[in-house]
C-alpha cells in the first residue's frame, strides 16, 4: 500500500491540544442540556419527523463504514505512514468524517435544531484542533511529499471520483479488532438519540424552554 516514508519524528502537541475533547463536550453539554429541556416543536409534524429520523440511519450507517474502512487502511500505522488510497484517497480525514456522520445521526435522531448547532460548533472545534495540529505535525515529519498529498487530496468531505484502491490491502488485525470493539460504543448512538427524544416528547424533564 503506497504510503509516505517516515523523515522526522513529530512535535509534541500542546496542552490545548491535548485538552481538545474537554474543550468541545464543554461546547457541547449546555445545548444538549437546552435541548432535553425544550418540548419539541414538532411533535405533530409527522411529513417533516419521520424523514428527519429516516435520515439518520444512512447517516449513521455510512459513519460506521467510513470508520472501519479506514481502519482497514491505517489502523496501527497512524503517524508511522501516510496511507494515500482507499478512504484515503478521497479525504485526508476519513476516521474523523465517519464520526461526525454518527454525531449528525444523533442529532437527527434528537430532532433538535439547538443541539444540531451546539454539535457543529463542538464538531468545529474539536475537529480543527485536531486536523490542523495534525497537518502541522505530519508536514514537519514527512514533508514535501505531505504537502503534495494535502494539494491533491480535500481535507475532510470525500469527493469519490478521486478514489483508488490498490489490489491488496495489509490488514493490522489488533487495530482492526480494536475498531470492532469500539463498535460497540457506536450502537449506543442511535439508542442515545432516540432515547433523549422520547425523553423531550414524554416530558420527563419540565419544558423549560421553547426551543425548536
Not at 4 to 20: C, D, E, F, N, Y
Not at 142 to 158: K, N, W
Request: charge should be positive.
Amino acid at each position: 500500500m503506497p504510503s509516505l516514508a517516515h523523515t522526522a519524528v513529530l512535535p509534541r502537541r500542546s496542552r490545548w491540544i491535548k485538552s481538545r475533547g474537554t474543550i468541545g463536550l464543554l461546547i457541547l453539554a449546555p445545548f444538549l442540556a437546552l435541548s432535553v429541556t425544550s418540548a419539541p416543536v414538532w411533535t405533530d409534524a409527522a411529513w417533516l419527523r419521520w424523514p428527519v429520523e429516516f435520515a439518520a440511519w444512512p447517516c449513521f450507517v455510512t459513519g460506521v463504514a467510513f470508520r472501519f474502512w479506514a481502519a482497514a487502511y491505517i489502523g496501527g500505522r497512524k503517524g508511522q505512514a501516510i496511507s494515500t488510497e482507499g478512504p484515503y484517497s478521497v479525504c485526508r480525514n476519513p476516521l474523523y468524517f465517519g464520526t461526525f456522520l454518527m454525531l449528525v445521526a444523533f442529532t437527527l435522531l434528537l430532532q433538535s435544531l439547538t443541539f444540531m448547532l451546539g454539535a457543529l460548533a463542538a464538531s468545529a472545534v474539536y475537529l480543527g484542533m485536531t486536523i490542523f495540529d495534525e497537518e502541522r505535525r505530519l508536514a514537519h515529519k514527512f514533508g514535501p511529499a505531505y504537502l503534495v498529498y494535502c494539494r491533491e487530496t480535500p481535507r475532510f468531505f470525500p469527493r469519490p471520483w478521486l478514489l483508488h484502491t490498490p489490489e491488496r490491502v495489509e490488514v493490522n488485525v489488533p487495530a482492526l479488532a480494536r475498531e470492532c470493539r469500539s463498535a460497540a460504543l457506536y450502537l449506543w448512538i442511535p439508542v442515545a438519540g432516540r432515547l433523549l427524544e422520547q425523553v423531550r416528547e414524554s416530558r420527563v424533564l419540565p419544558a423549560m424552554f421553547d426551543l425548536p
